[in-house]
């Protein structure tokens, strides 16, 4: 096929744009870095089933919430998790029974929780999440990872943004007691309060930088919590560490339970809106690309 020079000329010119195209959609790595994962929730339509699962059903904490992927998509670039109120009917109801998952006939609220469980994990790197959260009565949102082996508290948990009851919280846990099940907290509070008056209508970045030596949490750059992973060794015989192994990423917004306070006087729906997650990790020296 012969191309005469105006058509050469306009494949170049196409070429260069979607070269550029790309580019600016592409993340740029802070200085040191290189993107490894990252979903900018860009395709209307469910969460991208390559990235994420979901969980289901009643989960943990005693919360209000029955879990369901219909609660989660994605639209205009953002990842909405919406809470409900409606009445579900749960399938696993068993009158007097002990467990609270299987005692409750219904759920009042519905809600989503998203994971990268058995899909995606890390061991260290630059975490960053981008995202309003509705920090009315009764909800529960939360960016957080846990283990990826071993029962909790032993496999870790780090909540890089948890926030309820007015509390903005960014924590890291650990098996540090002889207790079974009992976790060690480090434990970080910010009151919303005292953020500017139009902070929960805002979009913030919150991250989290995490090597072999520490945890450092951020909201807006700013250092909500510190942690010595040191100091972070299981009260197991073996003296394991959990946070030098690998951790999955849950995104979710629960109601009430044992933390999230009362729903019963806020409107829904709610929502907890994600403009993108990313994971960097250290770039290897240029030597050793060479």
């Avoid at 000329?9 to 990252?38: C, F, M, N, Q």
């Avoid at 009917?89 to 058995?118: D, L």
């Avoid at 994990?121 to 960053?128: A, I, L, P, S, V």
């Avoid at 999440?129 to 029962?151: E, K, N, Q």
């Amino acid at each position: 096929m012969h191309l005469n020079r105006f058509s050469t000329a306009l494949l170049i010119l196409t070429a260069v744009y979607y070269a550029a195209a790309h580019a600016v959609d592409e993340p740029k790595a802070p200085d040191g870095y290189r993107l490894v994962w990252s979903d900018e929730f860009d395709k209307d339509g469910p969460p991208d089933p390559k990235n994420w699962t979901f969980e289901r059903g009643f989960v943990r904490n005693e919360e209000a919430q029955w879990y369901q992927p219909e609660n989660a998509h994605c639209e205009n670039g953002l990842l909405i998790i919406e809470a409900r109120k409606e009445r579900v009917k749960n399938p696993n109801y068993y009158p007097g029974s002990p467990r609270w998952q299987w005692n409750r006939e219904f759920a009042e609220y519905t809600s989503a929780s998203v994971t990268t469980r058995r899909l995606h994990e890390w061991t260290y790197g630059r975490f960053e999440m981008r995202g309003r959260i509705d920090t009315r009565d009764g909800l529960w949102p939360a960016w957080w990872m846990v283990g990826s082996s071993g029962r909790w508290p032993a496999g870790g948990e780090i909540d890089m943004m948890e926030y309820y009851r007015g509390m903005l919280k960014a924590n890291v846990a650990w098996a540090g007691t002889q207790r079974r099940g009992g976790a060690t907290w480090n434990s970080a509070v910010k009151q919303v309060a005292q953020f500017a008056a139009d902070w929960a209508s805002s979009f913030h970045v919150w991250r989290m930088d995490w090597d072999e030596t520490k945890i450092d949490l951020f909201v807006d750059d700013t250092l909500l919590n510190h942690q010595d992973l040191t100091k972070t060794i299981n009260s197991d015989s073996q003296g394991t560490n959990p946070f030098h192994s690998p951790q999955y990423m849950i995104l979710n917004l629960a109601i009430g339970g044992t933390e999230g306070g009362d729903p019963s006087k806020t409107e829904f729906p709610a929502r907890f809106e994600v403009d993108y997650v990313r994971v960097y990790q250290k770039a290897a020296p240029a030597s050793e690309n060479n």
